[in-house]
């Protein structure tokens, strides 16, 4: 065990030996908005989680073997409920509500990557994750969270397990959840394939097999936990496709044993169509990467034929390709695109969309990708920040409209008033963890 305080700050590693080195206030990024905190305050914190953490745990042997979906896991950290509560306090000065959060911790957690087997156009591929599993005995709910957009191979979240939204989720294990972190198809162990943007078979294939091969991870001999087989999932901007998108899956398309609880979708695009029509009328947007980043995922993937000069002008087609090799961020792609919609999508697209025979792969794939209201049982809600100018607040309430136009009783729509895409993103997700808790 190491006695040094350590952290991801903007994907650098820090090692702090004495509280005279964080004398200082930083902010802690992250991809869907930022987390300002004292860092002297969370630097005590942690110190309290280095002293209480527990040291390496071993791997059983021949644990495999029996398994059908899981294929091998890694021991990151260990939480004491203590250092969980101090930690959530420091968000709990910036977010009221979290205080909720920090009341309801009461178990020791284990965090872990799993590596398991998905499908990948009808291949199977290895996909990874991180598990956090409380380190108790008991029946726990499982908690599946879809993260949002991201295009560089080291924020996925089993290469990042400190960054700040990763660890805030990790943390809320305490509460009494087995929660799971996909990396989706693309990260992790199958970076060497382009993420499928917006892809219903791989998105659902990946975080259903990996709540599979989290169920027989909890058979092994040395976890105390396990599950109840209900599950929450929740979701943010594409995460929060992703879960509708996986709740219409579970609940329409496969056998599972899963009791789906409740799903909470934050800022997702669930019409896609609707979306590229919302972006294309636009003059500015300020998410550019989210069209090239579709259409050439969907291109590698087989689903779009058609060259990038069909879609985007020079040098920007040329350019995509490049762009999305991994080693990039959301804000270096954007950077290297246009926020000038009429700079960077070709005319014929910008006119022509809703009715260009040369388009008409395109808006199959969009329709494809789009997920539709069905009557659903399932507690359901969708939250957006009021002023959202990358994904428009009217996918929320279009969606919410559909749903109640086909008889589903239990779903429910809030607004987030003045929160932009990015600032919405933290107290959507502790209105979810309050409200999952009032299910459990």
Not at 54 to 66: G, I, Q
Not at 92 to 101: C, D, F, K, N, S
Not at 214 to 227: H, M, R, V
Request: net charge negative.
């Amino acid at each position: 065990m190491t006695w040094n305080c350590f952290s991801f700050i903007n994907e650098k590693l820090y090692i702090f030996k004495t509280p005279n080195d964080v004398n200082m206030k930083i902010q802690l990024s992250f991809r869907q908005g930022f987390f300002l905190i004292t860092m002297r305050s969370f630097f005590y914190a942690f110190i309290l989680f280095i002293f209480f953490t527990s040291c390496e745990k071993e791997k059983e042997n021949n644990e495999f073997e029996n398994f059908t979906v899981l294929t091998d896991y890694s021991y990151i950290n260990s939480y004491t409920s203590s250092s969980i509560k101090l930690l959530l306090s420091t968000a709990a000065i910036q977010y009221p509500e979290m205080g909720q959060l920090v009341t309801g911790t009461k178990y020791d957690i284990d965090i872990y990557s799993l590596e398991y087997k998905t499908s990948y156009k009808n291949s199977e591929i290895t996909g990874s994750g991180l598990l956090c599993v409380p380190n108790a005995e008991g029946e726990f709910p499982l908690l599946s969270f879809q993260n949002g957009t991201n295009t560089k191979h080291a924020n996925a979240p089993t290469e990042n397990p400190g960054d700040t939204l990763y660890l805030l989720l990790e943390l809320l294990s305490g509460n009494g959840y087995i929660i799971f972190i996909p990396d989706y198809i693309g990260f992790g162990t199958s970076a060497d394939v382009l993420h499928p943007y917006y892809q219903r078979e791989t998105n659902n294939a990946a975080i259903i097999d990996m709540l599979n091969a989290g169920k027989e991870f909890l058979t092994l001999s040395n976890i105390q936990a396990n599950t109840n087989n209900d599950l929450f999932v929740m979701g943010y901007s594409q995460g929060g496709w992703a879960t509708l998108s996986v709740l219409d899956e579970i609940e329409n398309n496969i056998n599972t044993n899963f009791n789906v609880v409740a799903a909470s979708c934050g800022a997702g695009a669930y019409n896609l169509r609707a979306t590229s029509d919302y972006i294309l009328s636009q003059e500015t947007f300020p998410g550019p990467l989210y069209l090239p980043y579709y259409i050439e995922s969907h291109r590698r993937y087989g689903s779009i034929s058609e060259p990038l000069q069909t879609y985007f002008k020079e040098p920007y087609a040329s350019r995509i390709p490049g762009l999305f090799d991994g080693l990039h961020s959301n804000s270096e792609v954007n950077a290297q695109l246009s926020e000038t919609v009429d700079e960077l999508v070709t005319d014929d697209l910008l006119n022509n969309l809703n009715t260009g025979a040369g388009f008409l792969s395109l808006r199959n794939e969009l329709i494809a990708s789009s997920v539709e209201a069905w009557s659903t049982s399932t507690f359901l809600r969708f939250y957006h920040g009021t002023a959202d100018l990358n994904v428009p607040p009217s996918e929320s309430q279009n969606i919410y409209d559909d749903f109640k136009a086909a008889s589903s009783s239990h779903v429910e729509i809030f607004q987030l008033p003045s929160l932009t895409h990015e600032t919405a993103l933290i107290p959507w997700g502790i209105k979810s963890f309050i409200w999952f808790n009032g299910l459990k």
